[in-house]
T-cell receptor, first 111, second 111 residues
Framework: RKEVEQDPGPFNVPEGATVAFNCTYS??????FFWYRQDCRKEPKLLMS???SGNEDGRFTAQLNRASQYISLLIRDSKLSDSATYLC????????????FGTGTLLAVQP | NAGVTQTPKFQVLKTGQSMTLQCAQD?????MYWYRQDPGMGLRLIYY???????DKGEVPNGYNVSRLNKREFSLRLESAAPSQTSVYFC??????????FGPGTRLTVL
């Protein structure tokens, strides 16, 4: 079983739609959780971090369920510019200086 | 601020050749990382350096060596390149460990 699992997609949605991505992790000792965004042929960039049950930033909402070892990302009112791969990222055990990356979920927002 | 820079951007090697990938950061970060990204595998940690003067193996260190030359620079060396090392290599740096800043990547092909 992979340490971080994501649905690879692609998710094809129209502009204005709401879309949700899910992620599960296997290490119950993980303490920190993140969503990174990676544009095609570019480097990953931090989108959101999660330390408690959830975090909201504009159109983006991330939720954490420690009991189920489950993380989600909700994007409301999708824009063309949201098209990218979204990486679910979990800290390695109790340490915060090593991260485990999921393989990513591809989102394509259509006009 | 340039952030994290990597050279070269592209490289083609023949099996058995050696090369060094260079990485530098100007954010005064303590920690630096080397990852490789392959289709369907996500980002995997090769080596990391928690601080100047220290290096540790990550998930996939075989076939690689690293040098933390000073606080700014962290290089990755392939002594005898193999086709299995064809990948995109990303360098990252971090102050806190959880927010990592990535360089633009090096696309390496080994024939």
């Amino acid at each position: 079983r992979k340490e971080v699992e994501q649905d690879p997609g692609p998710f094809n949605v129209p502009e204005g739609a709401t879309v949700a991505f899910n992620c599960t992790y296997s290490n119950s000792a993980s303490q920190s959780f993140f969503w990174y965004r990676q544009d095609c042929r570019k480097e990953p960039k931090l989108l959101m971090s999660l330390y408690s049950s959830g975090n909201e930033d504009g159109r983006f909402t991330a939720q954490l369920n420690r009991a189920s070892q489950y993380i989600s990302l909700l994007i409301r009112d999708s824009k063309l510019s949201d098209s990218a791969t979204y990486l679910c990222v979990v800290s390695y055990g109790g340490a915060t200086n090593k991260l485990i990356f999921g393989t990513g979920t591809l989102l394509a927002v259509q006009p | 601020n340039a952030g994290v820079t990597q050279t070269p951007k592209f490289q083609v090697l023949k099996t058995g050749q050696s090369m060094t990938l260079q990485c530098a950061q100007d954010m005064n970060h303590n920690s630096m990382y080397w990852y490789r990204q392959d289709p369907g595998m996500g980002l995997r940690l090769i080596y990391y350096s928690a601080s100047e003067g220290t290096t540790d193996k990550g998930e996939v260190p075989n076939g690689y060596n690293v040098s933390r030359l000073n606080k700014r620079e962290f290089s990755l060396r392939l002594e005898s390149a193999a086709p299995s090392q064809t990948s995109v290599y990303f360098c990252a740096s971090s102050d806190t460990g959880w927010k990592q800043f990535f360089g633009p990547g090096t696309r390496l092909t080994v024939l």
